[in-house]
C-alpha cells in the first residue's frame, strides 16, 4: 500500500442523478468515463474502493408512490435501479482494465453476487472496486443510508460522496435557489 495516500480504503457514494449528466433520464457516456476516469486513477494509486450508486437517474422509490407504485414496491423498483447502474460502472471499469465486482444486497446471482462484507473487503484486497447494488436490500432506506452503513461495515477510512449538488445546503439548491451553502458545518449544527 502507498504511503503517500491518505486514506488505504474508501467508500465511493455516486448520485444516479449525476449520471444523467445534462439528460432527463438514464446514463450518460461522458459522465460514465469522467467518473471511470478518476475511479482508475485512485485504484491505480492503491486505494481500496467499494461504490455504492442510487438508481434515480432510472427510477426513485419515492417518487413511484406519486405514480400509483405501492411505496414498498417503488422502493424495490429502485433498488433494481442501482443494479443497472452498477453493471454499467462494472462494464466501464472493466473495459479502462480495472477489475470490479458488483456485489447486490438482494440475492441477484448471476448478475451479481450476494453482498457480505467479508466478500467486498476479500476482493478490495485483491485490488477489485467492489460496487455494491441493491441499497440496504430494505425498502425505506436511501442508497446514502447503504453507503454509510456499508462504509461502517467495510471500515472504510472515509466516505466520499459524488452528487449533482456542490456542496451542503440549508435547503436543496435545485428547488430552493435561495438556499444558502455552508462553508463549514459541525456534527452539532448538522443535526440540529
Known sequence: MNDMIKYQRVL????????????????????????????????????????????????????GTDKGFDRIKGDNMGMLATVINSLAIQSALENAGVKAKVLTSICMEPIGEYYSSSKAIEYMEAGYAAIIAGGTGNPFFTTDSAAALRGVELKAEALLKGTRVDGVYTADPEKYPEARKYSRLSFDEAYS
Open 12 to 63: 465511493l457514494k455516486l448520485s444516479g442523478e449525476s449520471l444523467m449528466g445534462n439528460s432527463s433520464y438514464g446514463i450518460s457516456s461522458d459522465v460514465l468515463s469522467r467518473y471511470c476516469s478518476d475511479i482508475v486513477s485512485v485504484n491505480a494509486m492503491g486505494v481500496q474502493l467499494a461504490i455504492v450508486v442510487g438508481g434515480g437517474n432510472i427510477f426513485r422509490g419515492m417518487s
